[in-house]
């Protein structure tokens, strides 16, 4: 059984940065297509991006392309979520997940799920 685990959210300003980390259980990480998706309060929850298993394919979604950027270390079991340049519309829970689809960018297309880590942009 897979499980992963967020970390990194916190408190930052607009225009601040943070790195969120998702640590990954298993023998199996590096074969995953790794994804970020977010959920801000009463809305659904909304793709980010993600990264292939080997790292050399990324993909974002069009309101974070050029300031959010994701890697892995697979030694490590671990992607990562860079965000620069945040925005107040950034705030959201934000939740990393495990496919095993090239190129998913559903929700319905990834089995595992971490619990999830704030994200707070203040104004």
């Known amino acids: 059984q897979v499980q992963l685990v967020e970390s990194g959210g916190g408190l930052v300003q607009a225009g601040g940065s943070l790195r969120l980390s998702c640590a990954v259980s298993g023998r199996t990480f590096s074969s995953y297509t790794m994804g970020w998706f977010r959920q801000a309060p009463g809305k659904e929850r909304d793709f980010v991006g993600a990264i292939s298993w080997g790292g050399g394919s990324t993909y974002y979604a069009d309101s974070v392309k050029g300031r959010f950027t994701i890697s892995r270390d697979n030694a490590k079991n671990t992607v990562y979520l860079q965000m620069n340049s945040l925005k107040p519309d950034d705030t959201a829970v934000y939740y990393c997940?495990?496919?095993?689809?090239?190129?998913?960018?559903?929700?319905?297309?990834?089995?595992?799920w971490g619990q999830g880590t704030q994200v707070t942009v203040s104004s």
């Open positions: 997940a495990a496919s095993n689809i090239i190129s998913p960018s559903v929700a319905e297309r990834f089995h595992s």
